[in-house]
């Protein structure tokens, strides 16, 4: 008799680790695919063959494509792309004192691309109000084409120009928080802030100019919703 009752005394003690257990690490969900629309803003450090700068996507729409491998481990493929266009003409007027008159034309256009591949560990899963706190980590692939041209005219007819290409692509690691609530079954907001750090070396005064910090840091933010998706299966009957 003693057995028995130091055996439901056990069993019951095993409860509410079980419960605990459940709620620390749930059950993957029923819908491990996503799809994403979100609102970017990002600035990178970017190395030309003659100069450093930073240049951004400015804020440009990023789609977002994932996998959520466990029930905290999630991997996202995004691709961003931004493309921008200045001209200012007259750049200048000017009259000569041969009585000449002289302007000129200022023209750029630039375009970027970003593609970050990241993965997602869910840090804190909150029941109420269900907010999810991720740990984002992984690397960004960063392209841009910069292109310039001045143009000099006297009397109307263009006596000189001058035009400037630099391209550049680089790789970097990113890091950082992600925010997610769900909405639904189906729907989730998410909010990233990331910093990336270009993987070519340079000097703490170059990062210094180019980014306002010592470490080469520049910041991304992303704001927006995806949708979860199975691929090949029913819905659980819970759902």
């Given at each position: 008799?003693?057995?028995?009752?130091?055996?439901?005394?056990?069993?019951?003690?095993?409860?509410?680790?079980?419960?605990?257990?459940?709620?620390?690490?749930?059950a993957?969900?029923?819908?491990?695919?996503?799809?994403?629309?979100?609102a970017?803003?990002?600035?990178?450090?970017?190395?030309?063959?003659?100069?450093?700068?930073?240049?951004?996507?400015?804020?440009?729409?990023?789609?977002?494509?994932?996998?959520?491998?466990?029930?905290?481990?999630?991997?996202?493929?995004?691709?961003?792309?931004?493309?921008?266009?200045?001209?200012?003409?007259?750049?200048?007027?000017?009259?000569?004192?041969?009585?000449?008159?002289?302007?000129?034309?200022?023209?750029?256009?630039?375009?970027?691309?970003?593609?970050?591949?990241?993965?997602?560990?869910?840090?804190?899963?909150?029941?109420?109000p269900?907010?999810?706190?991720?740990?984002?980590?992984?690397?960004?692939l960063?392209?841009?084409?910069?292109?310039?041209?001045?143009?000099?005219?006297?009397?109307?007819?263009?006596?000189?120009?001058?035009?400037?290409?630099?391209?550049?692509?680089?790789?970097?690691?990113?890091?950082?928080?992600?925010?997610?609530?769900?909405f639904?079954?189906?729907?989730?907001?998410?909010?990233?802030?990331?910093?990336?750090?270009?993987?070519?070396?340079?000097?703490?005064?170059?990062?210094?100019?180019v980014?306002g910090?010592?470490?080469?840091?520049t910041?991304?933010?992303?704001?927006?919703?995806?949708?979860?998706f199975a691929?090949?299966?029913?819905?659980?009957?819970?759902?």
């Amino acid at each position: 008799m003693k057995v028995w009752k130091m055996m439901g005394f056990a069993y019951a003690l095993a409860q509410p680790i079980e419960q605990v257990h459940a709620q620390v690490d749930p059950a993957p969900p029923a819908y491990p695919f996503f799809v994403g629309a979100h609102a970017f803003n990002g600035a990178y450090e970017i190395f030309f063959p003659k100069t450093a700068n930073v240049a951004g996507t400015e804020t440009s729409w990023q789609l977002t494509l994932g996998h959520q491998i466990s029930s905290r481990l999630a991997l996202q493929l995004g691709g961003t792309f931004a493309r921008k266009k200045f001209v200012d003409d007259p750049s200048y007027t000017r009259t000569t004192l041969s009585g000449q008159y002289e302007d000129g034309s200022y023209r750029s256009k630039r375009q970027t691309f970003c593609l970050p591949l990241l993965a997602r560990y869910a840090l804190v899963r909150l029941p109420k109000p269900r907010l999810q706190v991720d740990a984002i980590l992984g690397l960004s692939l960063v392209g841009i084409y910069d292109e310039f041209s001045i143009e000099n005219r006297v009397n109307g007819q263009v006596v000189a120009t001058y035009t400037e290409v630099n391209k550049a692509t680089h790789l970097y690691a990113t890091g950082g928080i992600g925010l997610r609530y769900p909405f639904g079954r189906n729907f989730e907001g998410v909010f990233d802030w990331t910093y990336s750090k270009n993987f070519r070396p340079a000097s703490e005064y170059v990062h210094l100019a180019v980014t306002g910090n010592k470490l080469g840091l520049t910041r991304a933010l992303s704001l927006g919703l995806r949708y979860r998706f199975a691929v090949g299966k029913k819905k659980a009957a819970s759902e």
